[in-house]
């Protein structure tokens, strides 16, 4: 089974500066994808990036890029320039991939999420 | 585009009460899901579809019921609620891995839900 961990409960930076939120994942499959959600506190789930397993090439958009470590099973996100708006939980998640889709392999496997608060 | 929306956003029950959680989306997406999120955790499956006329458990399907009977809706039912259903409940779609779009789930507002 596959498992996500978030080693950080709650972190702080300050606006205009950079934090990174780490995330590690446990599982034997070779063909996946991870990604990172945002839940500000309207709730609403939102994806901030996506990261396939094949592609050595990490992720980015606009200001939030990823670390993707295969072998150490580790996918951090970095963000920068932090802005207010970007306070919220962040959540780390996984997800099976097969071409025989009709099993599980769609369904995403949450860590249990930073919270992340962007100070003035 | 509404995307995926979710009725109610809010919902009172007592213990022993029925409800019904209405998903909807209006993307074409094939496969759809319902989550449950409690406090210092993250999201756990509850039941999901990979199309119109289906559905498999989750990680925590007891206690909940749904069905799909049209392609844009997929419906999630309490029975017979209980305080440990207390929970905000997330619905989410995606397309078919590999044969169009990006296979991200979308996720609609959220229902909070809390049985008493």
């Known amino acids: 089974a596959q498992t996500v961990t978030q080693s950080q409960p709650e972190m702080s930076v300050q606006e205009a500066e950079t934090v990174t939120l780490s995330c590690t994942y446990d599982?034997?499959?070779?063909?996946?994808?991870l990604f990172w959600y945002k839940q500000p506190p309207s709730r609403q789930m939102i994806l901030v990036i996506r990261?396939?397993?094949?592609?050595?090439q990490n992720a980015t958009e606009n200001r939030f890029s990823v670390n993707f470590q295969k072998a150490a099973k580790s996918f951090s996100l970095k963000i920068s320039d932090s802005q207010l708006g970007d306070t919220a939980m962040y959540f780390c998640?996984?997800?099976?991939?097969?071409?025989?889709?009709?099993?599980?392999?769609?369904?995403?496997?949450f860590g249990k999420g930073t919270k992340l608060s962007v100070k003035p | 585009n509404a995307g995926v929306t979710q009725t109610p956003k809010f919902r009172v029950l007592k213990t022993g009460q029925s409800m019904t959680l209405l998903c909807a989306q209006d993307?074409?997406?094939?496969?759809m899901y319902w989550y449950r999120q409690d406090p210092g955790m993250g999201l756990r499956l509850i039941h999901y579809?990979?199309?119109?006329?289906?559905?498999a458990k989750g990680e925590v399907p007891d206690g909940y019921n749904v069905s799909r009977l049209k392609k844009q809706n997929f419906l999630l039912g309490l029975e017979s609620a209980a305080p440990s259903q207390t929970s905000v409940y997330f619905c989410?779609?995606?397309?078919?891995?590999?044969?169009?779009?990006?296979?991200?789930?979308?996720f609609g507002p959220g229902t909070r839900l809390t049985v008493l």
């Open positions: 989410a779609s995606s397309y078919i891995q590999g044969k169009g779009g990006t296979d991200t789930q979308y």
């Open positions: 599982t034997s499959e070779n063909n996946y994808y």
């Open positions: 990261q396939e397993a094949y592609k050595q």
């Open positions: 998640a996984f997800m099976k991939w097969g071409r025989n889709y009709g099993g599980s392999q769609g369904n995403l496997i």
């Open positions: 993307m074409n997406h094939e496969y």
């Open positions: 579809s990979v199309g119109e006329g289906t559905t």
